[in-house]
T-cell receptor, first 110, second 114 residues
Framework: GQNIDQPTEMTATEGAIVQINCTYQTSGFNGLFWYQQHAGEAPTFLSYNVLDGLEEKGRFSSFLSRSKGYSYLLLKELQMKDSASYLCAVGKAAGNKLTFGGGTRVLVKP | DADVTQTPRNRITKTGKRIMLECSQTKGHDRMYWYRQDPGLGLRLIYYSFDVKDINKGEISDGYSVSRQAQAKFSLSLESAIPNQTALYFC?????????????FGPGTRLTVL
């Protein structure tokens, strides 16, 4: 089975940095995905890590350590529009199946 | 761009009724998925399909059935709806053979079973 843990909620100030951690236990690992989901909307793809290390995409970066079963999503220069839930998901090779964590709700305050 | 669409967007029904949720995609992807989302539980996979006529159970398939009669369409049925099937339902698609193969989600169907 798979067990994915991430914090339920985080609060940060506009312009600051927030790091969302995700730990997982899985077999057949085929990548770690991060999705953003605004309230009542569809999740949208943010990043993908399959090898250890940091992937940077503008204000968002994602890190993976496969040996530790650990990933984080780093959001820099926070903007009000970044208030959303951030979903960590582990991919399995067969069928591109994803198993999602419960999501971290990030609230950005002025 | 509405590459993945779901109908209806909202539905209220009564216990025991049969309900069908439809998903269509214009992305040309071969793989399609149905998830439900409940507060605090994240997205959970109900069924998935690799291609037409291919059906696979996810982690919570009991009480649901699906049909994949065409590559672009994947429908989810609740044969006899019950209140604990009240949730937000998402359809997703993905391709295969690429590097990332991320899933693309539809806008969701909010289902309430009274």
């Amino acid at each position: 089975g798979q067990n994915i843990d991430q914090p339920t909620e985080m609060t940060a100030t506009e312009g600051a940095i927030v790091q969302i951690n995700c730990t997982y236990q899985t077999s057949g690992f085929n990548g770690l995905f991060w999705y953003q989901q605004h309230a009542g909307e569809a999740p949208t793809f943010l990043s993908y890590n399959v090898l250890d290390g940091l992937e940077e995409k503008g204000r968002f970066s994602s890190f993976l350590s496969r040996s530790k079963g650990y990933s984080y999503l780093l959001l820099k220069e926070l903007q009000m529009k970044d208030s959303a839930s951030y979903l960590c998901a582990v991919g399995k090779a067969a069928g591109n199946k994803l198993t999602f964590g419960g999501g971290t709700r990030v609230l950005v305050k002025p | 761009d509405a590459d993945v669409t779901q109908t209806p967007r909202n539905r209220i029904t009564k216990t025991g009724k049969r309900i069908m949720l439809e998903c269509s995609q214009t992305k040309g992807h071969d793989r399609m998925y149905w998830y439900r989302q409940d507060p605090g539980l994240g997205l959970r996979l109900i069924y998935y399909s690799f291609d037409v006529k291919d059906i696979n159970k996810g982690e919570i398939s009991d009480g649901y059935s699906v049909s994949r009669q065409a590559q672009a369409k994947f429908s989810l049925s609740l044969e006899s709806a019950i209140p604990n099937q009240t949730a937000l339902y998402f359809c997703a698609t993905s391709n295969h053979g690429g590097t990332v193969n991320e899933q693309f989600f539809g806008p969701g169907t909010r289902l309430t079973v009274l």
